[in-house]
């Protein structure tokens, strides 16, 4: 199994990204995908998650509520993170993860499996 994520660089405050995870080795379609990310110093911390099913809920960190979205494409096996009005306090590395018939959890223990990140760095 492979996840693999993109997009990831410099952008000024107020800015935008788009990352992409994408999956390979495994039913994508089964597996819930979620977003997550470090920063320097700090644990690992939850941003966002999409379920397995096609109703695809999806469940977002307060701190990125109304600015980031969270979305896959199941035909391209790729998961989306779309952050818009990007701040300082992004500022990480972001993981995405594969989480088989999850119903879409914060909780990182629950996932079986990790990509191995892409930085972000937003600058004030």
């Known amino acids: 199994v492979q996840l693999v994520e993109s997009g990831g660089g410099l952008v000024q405050a107020g800015g935008s990204l788009r990352l992409s995870c994408a999956a390979s080795g495994l039913t994508f379609s089964s597996y819930a995908m979620g977003w997550f990310r470090q920063a320097p110093g700090k644990e690992r911390e939850f941003v966002a998650v999409?379920?397995?099913?096609?109703?695809?809920?999806?469940y977002y960190a307060d701190s990125v509520k109304g600015r980031f979205i969270i979305s896959r494409d199941n035909a391209k096996n790729t998961v989306y993170l779309q952050m818009d009005s990007l701040k300082p306090e992004d500022t990480a590395v972001y993981y995405c993860a594969a989480d088989l018939y999850g119903s879409g959890t914060r909780h990182a223990g629950a996932y079986s499996f990790w990509g191995q990140g892409t930085q972000v760095t937003v600058s004030s």
């Open positions: 999409i379920s397995w099913k096609s109703s695809g809920s999806i």
